[in-house]
Each structure stands twice: as C-alpha cells, then as structure tokens.
C-alpha cells in the first residue's frame, strides 16, 4: 500500500474534530446530532472503540485524544472499552459492538495475531473498521484503514543514534521490550537491530516489560542482579514508562542513570521528556498519539461511503536533551 506521512499541518487540516469535550469513561451516552461532522444529515455516528488498557502514559494521552475526537459536539456516540491488556477481552468486546451493531469499529490491538474471525464478523455485519496505532497480521481487506505510526522506522532512528554515539567501541546493552507478540514491539526492535548490526553493541539481554513501568523497573532489577551495573552499558527502552522504571532500579542500585548507564526510549510523553532534560535519560524518539482527529475523519468518511487513504503515518520526532527542553514548555502529553 501506498503510505502517507502527516506532519503536524495535517492534523491541523482535521482540526474540527478536536473539540475540548470528552465522552463518558463508561460505555458512551446517545449523542445529540448537533454538529455536522458526524453521518450524513446530521446523524449521530455510533462508534464502538476497543482500546489495549492504560499500560502507560502514552495510551492515556492517545485514550484522551480518542475521546475528544469522538465527541458528542461533534456527532458521534463513542462506546469505549479498555481491555487491560487482556487480547481475549478485547477480542470480546469487538463482537459486543458487532452485536450492538454500532456505526464503525475502532481498534487498538493488544496484539498482531488472532483478528481473522471477528473482522470477518464485522464484515459479514457490514460494518467498517478502523485499525488505529497498531496493526493486525490479518488481510487487509477485513479493515477499512489503519492510522499510526511507523514502528520500525521509530526503531531504527533510535538505533542509528545509538550506532552513531556508542558504536564504535565495544557497549553491552539490555533490552526492555514492549508487550510479546504487539506490532511496536515486534517493529522497533527489528528497526534497532537492523541499525546497530555491524557495530560495537552487543545487545546482552532482552525481557518484556510489558509497556509499564513497574514491568521496566522489575526487568531491570533482574538485568542488575545477573550482570551487575559495571556490565551494562546501554538501556533500549521500547516505551517512555519502561525507561523510567529502569532509572528507578538503576538509582536503587546505586549507579547514576544516564551517565554509568546510557538510556534510549521511545514516546516522548512528558515525563519521559523531562527525564530527557535531566540527562537521566539520552536519546527519545517520538511515538505521537495523538490520532483522535485523523481516526474520526477516517470514521466519516467509510460511513459516509467516502473513500479514505488505507494506510496512514504520523511522522514522529526526535529529541536529544537540548531539543527536549525546547520542546517540552510546549508539549501537549
């Protein structure tokens, strides 16, 4: 397929369906047809959105960015369901939208596999979904369009800073992993490894900690106790939340994080930014998550039987510490 990237001009573009109010935390009240962005003639669009959890701060900025978007100001009833991470709950709660039979299908998948029979479900009950933030291993026509960011490509600008600071003498890195089997783990560490291979980075150890970072701080307890600070180098963090769990273990045990211990992350939520700006950590890349508007305007549009681009990128950012204190008086999450 045909990718698109979005600047931040684009999300401007969209910017009516941004407004200030959110739905329910609940299961979605009726909305009143009072704005012209939902269906056609003013119709209420009934949403049903299936969300992975709150692992992170990134997912309650992009939770945040949903419910907004998804408003009843501007036309839509958002049915919203957080699976804590549970794919067979998820995977649930996708067939109780099918069974409500809402307008369209919204989706966050915990993980890459396993969507083939409810897409095809939805499909047999003619309603559109929309993959946002993450992907599916299944085909392509069983959704109507998916709308994040490149992992991979998250991965690999990590990965060339990491080549280009540490790689030419000999590093020992560990790895905190996202959750098993999710396309950004998958993406970003292959974009990683692909970046770093030929250089001096040796990656000594890698564990899930499943986005949180509680899971960070306890995989890097572990690292600790069966390396040793003196023997780690570097910390590939794949989210923002597990970083800073890891600069909690790493104080613990008494070595200085991003000094004794090198970090790089991904996310560039606020704290992770302000961690940046403290040299506790070193290097973020962006994962933006604010997809609200763009995922709505994709929602009118296959509701509407408008054609929408199948494939959609953010680009994302990166951020050293001086662009980190530039950029975060002003940062949104």
């Known amino acids: 397929m045909k990718k698109r ?23 979605g009240g009726s909305a009143d047809a009072s704005g012209d962005t939902g269906g056609g003639g003013g119709d209420t669009i009934v949403v049903g959105f299936a969300q992975t959890g ?11 960015s949903m419910k907004t978007a998804f408003s009843e100001e501007n036309g839509f009833e958002l049915i919203f369901n957080a699976a804590d991470n549970d794919t067979a709950a998820q995977i649930e709660a996708v067939r109780g939208f099918i069974s409500q039979g809402v307008d369209a299908i919204v989706i966050a998948p915990i993980v890459e596999d396993g ?8 499909a047999d009950a003619n309603i559109p979904v929309i993959l946002e933030d993450r992907t599916v291993s299944a085909s392509d026509d069983l959704y109507a369009a998916w709308i994040g960011l490149d992992f991979e490509e998250e991965g690999v600008k ?26 950004p783990a998958n993406d970003r560490a292959t ?15 890698s564990q899930t900690g499943d986005f949180t970072r509680d899971g960070g ?35 613990a ?17 606020h704290d992770g930014m302000q961690a940046l700006v403290d040299g506790e950590i070193n290097y973020i890349v962006e994962c933006n998550p604010l997809l609200g508007d763009l995922v709505a305007a994709a929602v009118t549009a296959v509701v509407n039987g408008d054609s929408v681009e199948p494939v959609q990128y953010v680009e994302d ?11 975060l008086p002003d940062r949104k999450y």
């Open 5 to 27: 990237f979005l600047t931040s001009m684009a999300f401007a573009g969209v910017a009516a369906f941004a407004l200030t109010a959110c739905s329910s935390d609940g299961d």
């Open 158 to 183: 990590a990965g060339e800073w990491a080549a280009e600071m540490y790689g030419g003498e000999a590093t020992k890195m560990v790895v905190l992993e996202g959750t098993t089997g999710s396309a």
């Open 317 to 327: 950012l990166a951020f050293d510490q001086a662009a980190a204190e530039a950029a």
């Open 217 to 251: 701080k306890s995989v890097m307890e572990g690292f600790i106790q069966n390396y040793g600070v003196d023997n780690i180098d570097l910390v590939y963090a794949h989210n923002d939340d597990m970083a800073l769990g890891a600069i909690e273990a790493i104080k």
């Open 253 to 269: 045990a008494g070595a200085v994080p991003g000094e004794d211990i090198k970090i790089i992350s991904i996310d560039a939520v």
């Open 191 to 205: 974009g990683f490894d692909s970046a770093i291979e030929g250089t001096m980075i040796e990656k000594i150890d």
């Open 54 to 64: 709150s692992e992170s701060g990134w997912r309650s900025a992009n939770t945040e």
């Open 115 to 122: 969507w083939d029979d409810v897409l095809q479900e939805a």
